[in-house]
């Protein structure tokens, strides 16, 4: 049984040997990639060296996690598998291989066929669908369309943007420290490999991480940011992996789940040193099998997505403190990227405060601000910035939205004089403080000390995390 491939592609039904002999020898053809599907290992075998005969290279896999990891790290081009393999659903593999790659031509292959599964298996984005044993003509042709279309395909996908090009517009890189990350950001980029990218709050690690996703691969597929910490415990679970209907009160509908959101594309973990333990051992599943579970469901599913995480804390020190699991540690530190502190890369902040100017006033165009003196300038960039670039930011926001004159002078950056919590206990001058004055001071302090790690400094206080946010609402 033969279903011509729902592409618009006119494909003989049949194929006489000398048709197939004169295609087999289209530049198509020659070094093309099949993944044979077989738990049948002779069959597979046999199978095998007839496609090498015509110029087709082939691996065997003899079970559906074999053929996945194959067609995860595009190792093939065509693939041809059964309807069912040991272990799996009906068109279960078929259904994982388009999850991991939607355009891969999958030619599947039934011992008792009928027209009902043919229509079902086309619908389920199979190329075309063959009884065994296989007329090596036909399956031939088919393999020559298949490789034809996907390679029409591949030239439709726009390539990447010039990575230089992306850094220079996102990234300023006038200093040293900053020019060799960007360049291993370029390095990084081309790979699909995990990332950890490390730095201070307010240093930029999202658009590290938006500069790694835009100038690889996957820059036409979703980039998805979810941040640990900003999501309650209960609910970050559904968040990340998904929800099946009924899976708890009020999941009155299914959820696809944020890393489904991500397929084929970039998922950033923002402040990962804040993901639950509970919650770690499925990530790891993600980094090594590429599986997914959403809850209340039984079944596991499949995603190809790139994890970047990105966090401010330091991962030895909780894996010391029992509160990350050493080995994701090593998986998402494949290969880390310290993204500088603005203190180190002072060079930075001229051109810095100059884009962030110009995006000040395109959102308060009624500002007469238009320029910052030389000295103001001065100051700006020997200022300490504990906030990192975030800081400076805000910083530019305030004087375009305060501003009543068309230059920004000293006279407007006091605020920068002003001595900031947490460098050394201040003395105490004028009238004693009350202690709900001395509560929140103490507070701030032990806040820059660590660095805004709001669990780590109610464990200094000795004090539940829930009293610290109460604190921190009362600051007047």
Partial sequence: MILPPNRGVAVPAQFS??????ESNQPAMQGNRVLIADEVVQSAHLLSDRLAQEGCVCEIATDGDKALESVRHAACDTVICNVQMDGTGEFELLDQIKILQPHLPVIVGTNNGSVVQAIEAVKRGAFQYLEKPFVISDLLGFIFEATVESNRYKRTIPPPRNFLELAKGD???ASSVMRELVESIGLVARSNAAVLILGESGTGKERVARAIHSGGARSTQPFVAVNMSAIPEQLLESEVFGHVRGAFTGATQA???????AHGGTMLLDEIGDMPISLQPKLLR?????????V???RIGRVDVRIIAATHRDLNVLVHEGRFREDLRYRLNVVPLIVPPLRERREDIPPLVERFLEEARERTAASPVVSISDEAMHMLTQASWPGNVRELENAIERLVVLGRDAQVTPKQLTFLEEKPPGDAWPAIEGAPWTLKQMNQ??????????GGDKSRAAGILNIDLSTLYRWERAKP
């Avoid at 040997?17 to 004169?22: F, G, N, S, V």
């Fill in 17 to 22: 040997r000398l048709d197939c002999e004169r």
């Fill in 171 to 173: 990234l300023v890189q």
């Fill in 255 to 261: 959820r696809r789940g944020l890393l489904l959101e």
């Fill in 286 to 294: 993600v980094l090594q099998f590429g599986e997914t579970r959403a």
């Fill in 296 to 298: 209340g469901s039984d």
């Fill in 441 to 450: 001071r103490y507070l701030d302090w032990v806040l820059t000390r660590t």
